[in-house]
């Protein structure tokens, strides 16, 4: 009897024992926000890139906060989101010292990338070091996705993509009106030489044979011996991946010494709207791969343009898609996590298979999105879709008019 008594005894403290674990459990405290973590060029040559993104960043938050903020199973309560951005002034080296900030002061769960190949890939060894998720935009980077990086992921078109979508546009047009010689400047910069490769390649598989290139030396003034050596070439297809101030200049000069390709493509320079702006009329029929139109109809597009009118009097910038789309992933990763464990919050984003304002969305093993390469053309200071014909907003106008035509 007595045996029996201190059994049923101890069996009561054991409950109570795992009563009091459960109930500290389920009051955990959970924290006031979910903190996310940017360093964001505003400011130096990337900084009109940069401030599309942030812009997509803000608008996406805003859209989550207003339903409560994402939810956590671990807390089992919605937690609103906190975006910590700090401006790396498009610097290699300061952005390293933004990331390590974001990680050691504000504790973020997550980096959200920038605008621009360089940055990101001095940021995303950072994130590898410090196991935290790291949401790359704005970048065609390629190589830093083969470094056996586990924590770096990127919802956005890379230089194979690029590379393929741009001869494919080609390939379209009507056999008796295709241009025959490419001239590639590239900046030598991992992603400027790996593209620049990519598309030597590409000329030479398509038929357009070996292109006349040239190294294009970063902060350039002066684009005359290029010009003037696709010029003499007779290179009707001029591809190039200048910054935007790089890229008006290179513009303005390309006018002034009438040269005259019918197909020009550059990715980065003609992305921000400062394009337009700088350029007028002489930024038209300019292609470029921006990752996203805000003419595409895919789910919370038309929410995103609306709320993006409201604080900038425009649809939302090709940018401003991309992030916004990474603060979808992120919410969604966490959810299916239930957890504000970094690690846990990495497994859930590379098993992503969900529509975003960019469209369906996975990733493959090495961290780069499964996306759809969209070709924008300018057109009447406005950006049109013009590939694939599927998405098109407006038809591919070929060949470029000659400047005096204009």
Not at 2 to 18: D, E, Q, T
Not at 92 to 109: F, I, P
Not at 260 to 279: M, V
């Amino acid at each position: 009897m007595r045996k029996i008594s201190i059994i049923a005894v101890s069996g009561i403290f054991l409950i109570m024992g795992l009563s009091s674990l459960g109930l500290a459990a389920s009051t955990k405290e959970a924290p006031k926000t979910i903190k996310v973590g940017s360093s964001c060029s505003l400011t130096g040559p990337f900084g009109s890139g940069g401030a599309m993104c942030k812009a997509g960043y803000d608008i996406a938050i805003d859209d989550i906060n207003k339903k409560g903020g994402v939810f956590v199973k671990e807390f089992n309560k919605k937690i609103p989101l906190e975006l910590f951005l700090l401006d790396d002034e498009s610097n290699m080296t300061l952005t390293v010292s933004r990331m390590e900030t974001l990680y050691s002061t504000n504790d973020v769960v997550a980096y959200l990338g920038g605008f621009s190949s360089p940055i990101h890939a001095a940021q995303a060894p950072i994130a590898e070091k410090n196991k935290v998720p790291f949401l790359m935009v704005g970048t065609y980077l390629y190589s830093v996705h083969q470094k056996g990086y586990k924590y770096n992921f990127s919802p956005f078109p890379k230089s194979p993509d690029c590379a393929k979508a741009v001869f494919e546009l080609l390939d379209s047009i009507a056999a008796g009106q295709k241009p025959k010689k490419a001239a590639i400047f590239m900046e030598k910069a991992p992603v400027g030489m790996e593209l620049g490769d990519m598309w030597k390649s590409e000329s030479v598989k398509h038929g357009y044979g070996e292109p006349l290139y040239r190294d294009q030396p970063r902060e350039m003034k002066d684009f005359s011996p290029l010009i003037m050596a696709a010029k003499a070439e007779g290179a009707e297809i001029l591809l190039t991946g200048p910054t935007t101030p790089e890229g008006i200049t290179m513009t303005k000069q390309i006018k002034e010494l009438d040269y005259n390709p019918k197909f020009y493509f550059a990715y980065r320079a003609p992305d921000p709207i400062a394009w337009g702006q700088a350029l007028g009329k002489d930024g038209d029929y300019v292609v470029l791969g921006p990752g996203w139109n805000s003419g595409l109809k895919f789910p919370g597009v038309k929410e995103l343009n609306e709320s993006h009118m409201k604080k900038f009097n425009r649809p939302a910038d090709v940018m401003t898609g991309p992030a916004y789309a990474c603060i979808q992933v992120l919410a969604h990763a966490i959810e299916k996590a239930g957890t504000l464990d970094r690690a846990k919050i990495r497994d859930a984003i590379a098993s992503t298979n969900m529509m975003t304002v960019i469209g369906p969305l996975t990733f493959r093993p090495d961290g780069t999105g499964v996306v759809v390469y969209f070709c924008v053309q300018w057109q009447k200071g406005k950006q049109e879709v013009i590939f694939p014909k599927q998405y098109a907003t407006a038809p591919f106008i070929f060949p470029m008019p000659k400047w005096s035509e204009r």
